[in-house]
Structures are given as structure tokens and as C-alpha cells.
């Protein structure tokens, strides 16, 4: 008889669960303006993040908790950092309301979809992919710069955060654009599949 395996004690599963867990730490890091402790924390979940999806696939322990707990440790992750480096007055408004805009729209309309038809495949596309791991570089740029000290276009830190925001920014744009274009089109396959006007009398005897 197999033996099933608690998805909670799968090593995929139990990085994701340490990048949960550092989230809040790396949060009270930074409203204490503990910019290394922060930075530290946030390379070992990056490196987590990296890790799950590796060991899922070599250890062949992908689960569906781990399908839903990831994206969401990740979301859960980047708009808390950009939301408090925001507060701490680190990031502009702008940068921050740009990136929950495009997460929020992106949450209602898969909500829509989900609970109005049968779609029920949300994968990232690589557009979304690219925009992650730009948010990733960018923050970790942020808070390298924010350790050492560093000016804007002072030295090539300040540069690479500068450039690496500017790039998330594109991306986020670019990937809400090419979201609403992938969906559009998903409705409407799924409106061509859905039958039309009144249902036959003959379907209709048969159905009584």
C-alpha cells in the first residue's frame, strides 16, 4: 500500500512555508531601518523561491498546496516589501501604485473568470515570469543600496537599483497589457465552446 506524503513536510513545500515566515521578520527589519538584516533575509528567501520549483521537479514532490502556496508566498513577499519601502519614504508612490495596480486587477479578473466560466488555468506567462524576477533584482538592488549607503547613480549599486526599478516598472506595464490580451482571448474561446440560443424541441422531449 502507498504511503501519501503530508504536502506540508515535502521539501518544496517547507522552503516555501521559511519564505512565509521571513516575510514579517524582514518587515520589522526594515520599519527599525535595519536595512543588513533585511538584505540577508531576503537573499535566503530569494534563494527558497529559487530552490522549491528545482526540488519540486528533482524530487518529484509537486503538490497542489504547492501549485497555490507559491505564487501566493511570492505575491505575499513583494508587495509587503514595496508597500513598507514605500511607507519608509525608500520608493516612490508611484512605483508601489503601479505594481498593486496591475496585482489587484490582475486578482479580480481571475476571480471573475473563476467563479463566472470554467477557466481554470492560471499560469504565469513569461511576461509575468520576467516581471517577478524584476521586482526580485529590484528590491534586492533597493536594500543593497540602502546597506552600503549608496547615492542614486553614485556608484554601480545605485545604478542598478535605479535601472532595475525603471525595468520593473516597464515590465509591470507591459505584462498587465499582455494579461488582459491572454484572457480576452481565453473568454473568448470559451464563449465559442458555449452553445448558442434555444435548446431544440427534440433536446427538450429528451430532457423531460
Known amino acids: 500500500m502507498e504511503r501519501r506524503v503530508n504536502p506540508l513536510r515535502t521539501a518544496p513545500n517547507l522552503l ?14 526594515l520599519l527599525e531601518r ?19 520549483g528545482l526540488l519540486a521537479r528533482w ?4 503538490t497542489r498546496l504547492g501549485q497555490y502556496l507559491d505564487p501566493i508566498a511570492d505575491k505575499i513577499l513583494l508587495s509587503s516589501l514595496f508597500l513598507v ?3 519608509i519614504g525608500v520608493l516612490k508612490t508611484e512605483i508601489a ?10 486578482l479580480c479578473v481571475a ?32 536594500l543593497l543600496c540602502r546597506m552600503t549607503g549608496s547615492a542614486a547613480y553614485g556608484n554601480w549599486i545605485g545604478v542598478g537599483a535605479r535601472y532595475a526599478l525603471d525595468a520593473t516598472i516597464l515590465l509591470t506595464v507591459i505584462s498587465g497589457f499582455h494579461y488582459a490580451l491572454v484572457v480576452s482571448r481565453r473568454i473568448g474561446v470559451v464563449t465559442e465552446q458555449t452553445p448558442r440560443g434555444p435548446i431544440p424541441a427534440e433536446r427538450r422531449e429528451r430532457a423531460a
Open 97 to 106: 501604485a503601479i505594481v498593486f495596480g496591475r496585482d489587484i486587477g490582475m
Open 59 to 62: 524530487l518529484e514532490q509537486r
Open 111 to 142: 476571480a471573475i473568470l473563476y467563479f463566472s466560466t470554467d477557466l481554470r488555468d492560471f499560469h504565469p506567462t513569461p511576461l509575468g515570469k520576467a516581471n517577478s524576477l524584476s521586482q526580485v533584482v529590484a528590491l534586492g538592488m533597493v
Open 85 to 87: 519601502l514605500t511607507a
Open 16 to 29: 516555501t512555508m521559511v519564505r512565509v515566515v521571513l516575510t514579517p521578520l524582514m518587515l520589522v527589519a
Open 34 to 52: 535595519e536595512f543588513e538584516a533585511a538584505f540577508v533575509m531576503f537573499v535566503i528567501a530569494a534563494l527558497t523561491d529559487a530552490m522549491d
